[in-house]
């Protein structure tokens, strides 16, 4: 039971253009979510999060967007550079779970 | 502070093996994970520890894998005996807090049975 799904397994964007990743889940109960980016060889490092009680948290390029109603949110990068190319993921807590849980990944590519 | 350390960086050995990875959390961190890569399943929780003790080890895939933390700066997960199936790249993270706490990742290792 996937309770965090990341749909798109890639996306290839221009540079300088808008990169838009999506992320939906399923449960309810989850109150937080975070996107990591992970290089290759490299472990996962914290981008942005988002708690529930907000629709929207901005970081320099980086903005994520929450949709509770529709289970779904979406970070936004812009514009988007080669250093961004990476692959993200999208992952969600809730108060009683000391864990978090993980979406699938997608592959970001930048192209020049 | 050098982050979360693990070793080896890659390993690669023969089915019926045993393997040992190691992990090494960030100073202070009182929440250690452990998590499996694969392009199949994705990032896969295995095991998480609270304070040295294990909490949730549902994701354990079997018997053949185990895994300890006699001490807040060292843990192990071992694999007796190891599978083809197993080859994956292992991850172990630290956290100060769980939950929403951000998560600190080790550089993972690449682990290949043949």
């Known amino acids: 039971d996937q309770q965090v799904k990341q749909n798109s397994p890639s996306l290839s964007v221009q540079e300088g253009r808008i990169s838009i990743l999506n992320c939906d889940y399923t449960?309810?109960?989850?109150?937080?979510f975070l996107w990591y980016k992970k290089y290759p060889a490299e472990g996962p490092t914290f981008l942005i999060s988002?708690?529930?009680i907000k629709d929207k948290n901005e970081d320099g390029r980086f903005t994520v967007f929450l949709n509770k109603s529709a289970k779904h949110l979406s970070l936004h990068i812009v514009p988007s550079q080669p250093g961004d190319s990476a692959v993200y993921f999208c992952?969600?807590?809730?108060?009683?779970?000391?864990?978090?849980?993980w979406g699938a990944g997608t592959k970001l590519i930048i192209k020049p | 502070d050098a982050g979360v350390i693990q070793s080896p960086r890659h390993e690669v050995t023969e089915m019926g093996q045993e393997v040992t990875l190691r992990c090494k959390p960030i100073?202070?961190?009182?929440?250690l994970f452990w998590y499996r890569q694969t392009m199949m399943r994705g990032l896969e929780l295995l095991i998480y520890?609270?304070?040295?003790?294990?909490?949730?080890d549902s994701g354990m895939p079997e018997d053949r894998f185990s895994a300890k933390m006699p001490n807040a700066s060292f843990s192990t997960l071992k694999i007796q005996p190891s599978e083809p199936r197993d080859s994956a790249v292992y991850f172990c993270?630290?956290?100060f807090g769980g939950g929403a706490s951000r998560q600190f990742f080790g550089p993972g290792t690449r682990l290949t049975v043949l």
């Open positions: 449960n309810s109960m989850f109150d937080y």
């Open positions: 992952a969600a807590s809730d108060a009683s779970n000391y864990q978090l849980i």
């Open positions: 100073s202070g961190h009182d929440y």
């Open positions: 993270a630290s956290s």
């Open positions: 520890f609270n304070n040295n003790v294990p909490i949730d």
């Open positions: 988002i708690s529930s």
